[in-house]
Nanobody, 124 residues
Framework: QVQLVESGGGLVQAGGSLRLSCAAS????????MGWFRQAPGKEREFVAA????????YYATSVKGRFTISRDNAKNTVYLQMNSLEPADTAVYYC?????????????????WGQGTQVTVSS
């Protein structure tokens, strides 16, 4: 069992930056691939970024590539999402998730554990 708690969301102007954190409980955090997803009002949840258990591979949605960076610190049981050059279209609730698989990480169905989400609002 893994429990995930996101933090770091908030209101920011377009062009600004935020760093989201996701703290995980449990001693086996380092064995899970981690992902970030987001859901805007009236839209389906969409993939944002993922990182393998070792941090050796990362994956990004086309819409955030070059602006967002996912990283993890297994010693702190935490995964991060650094978001730069934010746009109003990035406004959503952001969720972190944990997967015991290391493939197909762009699909929400690969993830067994989810956090409650943190709101990110980007004003124009």
């Amino acid at each position: 069992q893994v429990q995930l708690v996101e933090s770091g969301g908030g209101l920011v102007q377009a062009g600004g930056s935020l760093r989201l954190s996701c703290a995980a409980s449990g001693r086996t955090f380092s064995s899970y691939a981690m992902g970030w997803f987001r859901q805007a009002p009236g839209k389906e949840r969409e993939f944002v970024a993922a990182i393998t258990w070792s941090g050796g591979r990362t994956y990004y949605a086309t819409s955030v590539k070059g602006r967002f960076t996912i990283s993890r610190d297994n010693a702190k049981n935490t995964v991060y999402l650094q978001m730069n050059s934010l746009e109003p279209a990035d406004t959503a609730v952001y969720y972190c998730a944990a997967s015991n698989l290391d493939y197909g990480l762009g699909s929400a169905g690969r993830y067994a554990y989810w956090g409650q989400g943190t709101q990110v609002t980007v004003s124009s």
